[in-house]
Nanobody
């Protein structure tokens, strides 16, 4: 059973940084590709970034490439999203996502996600 919990959201000004974290109370992230998605007001959920298990392989949406960095600490069972140079258009609820255990495929689409966190709000003011 995967129970993902995000933290680190908040209100910042444009140009500032935030780091989101996602963890599971057990060891449920072991063997799973992980990712971040977001849903802006009035829009559909969209892919942000993904990272495979035991790999440095990452994929980013074009809109965040060069500003956001996804990483994971497999010892502490935590996923991160470092967000720099934030823009008002980054305002959204950010969701942590996990793929199927031992199916180590980059989560570039929600169709590959098997577990979601509850989301954390990020608001960027201009």
């Amino acid at each position: 059973q995967v129970h993902l919990v995000e933290s680190g959201g908040g209100l910042v000004q444009a140009g500032e940084s935030l780091t989101l974290s996602c963890t599971d109370s057990g060891r449920a992230l072991v063997g799973r590709a992980m990712g971040w998605f977001r849903r802006a007001p009035g829009k559909e959920r969209e892919f942000v970034a993904t990272i495979k298990w035991l790999s440095t392989y990452t994929v980013y949406a074009d809109s965040v490439k060069g500003r956001f960095t996804i990483s994971r600490d497999n010892v502490n069972n935590t996923l991160y999203l470092q967000m720099n140079s934030l823009k008002p258009e980054d305002t959204a609820v950010y969701y942590c996502a996990a793929g199927d255990r031992n199916v180590n495929v980059a989560l570039i689409t929600a169709a590959l996600v098997t577990s979601w966190g509850q989301g954390t709000q990020v608001t960027v003011s201009s």
